[in-house]
């Protein structure tokens, strides 16, 4: 298992918001802009036309749906994103806008997606605070099914065990180091499951 480590006193700021995000996105449904893929690409297009600089783009990956079963396969990519905005929450609320725009339903737990634009890390900073962090992070797999944050939690605390985030992230920011765990997403991917990483294709 993973183990975290406490921040020291030159882990500065880790309640500074640093605004360059790590951005996850996933579809599996499609939406009115066209199948999966096509949902993504136009997703990106609109992050683009909302005034946020796009630093990096991932390849795009047809990943197994999460959980097994729940529906369609996904196509997964990744971002960096430059934010104009002044707090994390403003930006979050901006991506919730993007997702409304594409027919985004969230009336089901890891249900199937039109698009989902997940904010997984902003630099070095931990939201709310390590404890919190560390209770969601070691959150049993039955209650992770049922029970959700009722506030941004920053990384996201599944973030190292889903090769469907990871993966495409390597692609964008292999040297960003996680704050809480001290390891870089290049390390996590090698700590992966083989078997995970092989479901992970580009496309």
């Known amino acids: 298992m993973l183990q975290a480590r406490r921040p020291d006193v030159n882990d500065s700021k880790i309640a500074k918001i640093n605004q360059e995000l790590l951005i996850a996105v996933g579809s599996n449904l499609g939406s009115q802009y066209g199948d999966a893929k096509k949902t993504v690409a ?3 297009r609109a992050i683009a036309l909302s005034g946020r600089e796009i630093r990096a783009v991932s390849r795009f990956y047809a990943t197994p749906c999460f959980p097994a079963g729940a529906g369609p396969d996904y196509v997964n990519a990744a971002l960096v994103l430059r934010s104009s905005e002044r707090s994390i929450s403003g930006e979050l609320h901006n991506l919730h806008a993007i997702e409304a725009e594409f027919g985004r339903s969230r009336a089901t737990r890891w249900g199937m997606r039109t698009l989902d634009l997940d904010l997984v890390a902003a630099g070095s900073t931990i939201r709310p605070d390590v404890e919190t962090y560390e209770a969601w992070r070691l959150l049993d797999g039955d209650r ?10 920053l990384p996201h605390p599944r973030l190292q065990d889903r090769a469907f985030v990871l993966i495409p992230l390597r692609d964008v920011a292999p040297d960003w180091r996680h704050p809480v765990l001290g390891q870089s997403v290049a390390e996590l991917c090698a700590e992966l499951p083989e078997s995970a990483v092989n479901e992970i ?3």
């Open 144 to 153: 992770q099914r049922h029970e959700a944050p009722d506030q941004l939690i």
């Open 201 to 203: 294709v580009p496309i």
């Open 42 to 44: 136009a997703a990106l």
